[in-house]
């Protein structure tokens, strides 16, 4: 399932940290290492795929929603949304 919500230029599905077209336990893995590291840096990009709650910060909470969608227990996340960015 796929939402869409357009802000920009470049196809992102949020919650597919490792850019691999599938949302699974490796992004969870991935995300679990970024929120463990203080001040990561990433790209608009990650962030957008990491951002799962949409608050703009990426943390524990994004992590929680991660692993409810991949388990199939999704709320109201933007994991599994495509959102577009501008280059």
């Known amino acids: 399932r796929q939402r869409q919500m357009c802000i920009r230029d470049r196809d992102i599905l949020v919650g597919d940290v490792n850019f691999d077209g599938k949302i699974n336990a490796l ?8 929120v463990t590291l203080t001040g990561a840096m990433s790209s608009l990009e990650q962030r957008t795929a990491k951002d799962i709650n949409g608050d703009g910060s990426i943390n524990v909470a994004d992590l929680v929603l991660l692993q409810s969608f991949v388990l199939g227990k999704d709320s109201d996340s ?3 949304t495509i959102v577009t960015i501008e280059q």
């Open 27 to 34: 992004d969870i893995s991935k995300l679990r290492y970024t």
């Open 78 to 80: 933007l994991a599994g």
